[in-house]
């Protein structure tokens, strides 16, 4: 068994995604409670597990446009390091296991799982390759984790959360098919048929309408509009300052660096946006939880 190149293909490093699967956690106040911890680490986990199996499939579907990228020709199934079938096997053996595991925690969380399954499958084989709808399915995937999130927990979700994870996750993937368009020039349409359909500035135009709206949607649910104001909710105004600093240094390390192309490779080595996220992360858990302490 080719543990390497399949452990390559399923991208561990890419689990830093199934992270909107907390936000649900903290911001219902469980987060001290070990029980409520351990249900939502589990619903990591079967997010971990399934996006490994969407990785998997998509890697075999993918293999030859593939080939035409700078970087994604050394993937272990493009690079003829792993075999198809193989590869297709294990994104199986995965998805049955993050489906079943996601329905012991909770049917509602399973079902979520289900839907994040079947939207990446119509993506793979089909809908990356309609402008716009390609867009929304990737944002689409963060959306279904902050749900699930909630969902496998029993909790309410505050409707301008979910509104500031979708467009913060619109946000992210325009700016990666914008920077797809930059790397790749004239084999951009080689590699990804529907970057054929994009240009630069239109793409510039739709992040910036997505910039304003992620933090008019975050302001407004930091400041506990058209929600109950209790203990130290309130208090989450004060994270306002690092969300902004987060998108104004993403925007600037795009910018300026030609970063963004993946964006979980941009948080990964970029120090300035990883102390934006873990000040927000302290800032809202003293906002949430300081009054009661």
Known sequence: MPLKPLLITARPRQWLKNGFV????????????PAYVAVSLGAVACFCVLSSAVYLLNDVIDAESDRHHPCKARRPVAAGELAPKTALAAAALLALAGLGGAFLLAPAFGGLAVMYAGANLLYSLWLKRVVLIDILLVASGFLLRALAGAAVIRVPISPWFVLCAFTLALFLAAIKRRQELLELDAGAAGHRPILDAYSVPYLDQVIAILTGATLVCY???????????????????????????GILRYLYLVHRTGAGGNPTAVVWRDRPLQAAILLWGLASIAGYYAAGW
């Open 22 to 33: 907390l936000p649900a956690l903290v911001f219902s106040r469980h987060l001290f409670d």
């Open 219 to 245: 302001a407004l649910y930091a400041m506990g509009v058209g929600a109950e104001r209790d203990g130290g909710a309130h208090h989450m105004q004060w994270t306002i300052p690092f969300v902004l600093y």
